[in-house]
């Protein structure tokens, strides 16, 4: 099975600061996502990657940035924490194809005071 | 643009009473649908999907959906739910095998 790993399940973090969130795959997936999920909203799409290196805006980009520098990694960054960013941040990782569906990470929930 | 209307935030219901999980969307296109689960505190699973062929679909932990293309609809259903079923549903769709878009999803809960 394709594992997903989120480095952190809970992180409390202060306004200003610049957060990391990490995610890695073993399955060798050719496209990364980035989501944040809100009561009522669903999953919002932050940010993807096809390829390492490259990287696309979703619907909700502003805030935020990503890396990929390898692979099976995918960062996401806040480069300076506010209090509207306070959520839970899943990474998804899918096999290249249409058919195949995506496979989630266990969520970070990210609490911003 | 495609886009996904779940028309119920929350479903209670009994245990071993059946249910429907209502999920409608647009999109000018073909598309593939899927239905995902999240359980407490954990990320979203793969309950089951439509690419093509057969409007019936069977899942895991004995859910269905039903693709019906004249009401853009993939309602999903269980005929007898568990106390284990209680959890967030969400339904996604993918025009072509593009990037997903997800319904705001139904809390469903299961009462003993």
């Known amino acids: 099975d394709v594992k997903v790993t989120q480095s952190s399940r809970y992180l409390v973090k202060r306004t200003g600061e ?21 009561p009522g909203l669903g999953l919002r799409l932050i940010y993807f990657s096809y390829d390492v290196k490259m990287k696309e805006k979703g619907d909700i980009p502003e805030g935020y940035s990503v890396s990929r520098e390898k692979k099976e990694r995918f960062s996401l960054i806040l480069e300076s924490a506010s209090t509207n960013q306070t959520s839970m941040y899943l ?23 | 643009a495609q886009s ?63 693709f019906n293309k004249s009401q853009t609809s993939f309602h999903l259903r269980k005929p007898s739910v568990h106390i284990s079923d209680t959890a967030e549903y969400f339904c996604a769709v993918s025009e072509l095998g593009q990037n997903f878009v997800f319904g705001p999803g139904t809390r469903l809960s299961v009462l003993p």
């Open chain 1, 18 to 38: 610049k957060v990391f969130l990490e995610c890695v795959q073993d399955m060798d997936h050719e496209n990364m996502f980035w989501y944040r999920q809100d």
């Open chain 1, 91 to 113: 990474c998804a990782t899918r096999d290249a194809g249409p058919h195949y569906g995506y496979t989630f990470g266990s969520g970070t929930r990210l609490t911003v005071v």
């Open chain 2, 4 to 66: 996904v209307t779940q028309l119920d935030s929350q479903v209670p219901v009994f245990e071993e009473a059946p249910v429907e999980l209502r999920c409608n969307y647009s999109s000018s296109v073909s598309v593939y649908l899927f239905w995902y689960v999240q359980y407490p505190n954990q990320g979203l699973q793969l309950l089951l999907k439509y690419l093509s062929g057969s409007t019936l679909v069977k899942g895991i932990n004995g859910f269905e959906a039903e």
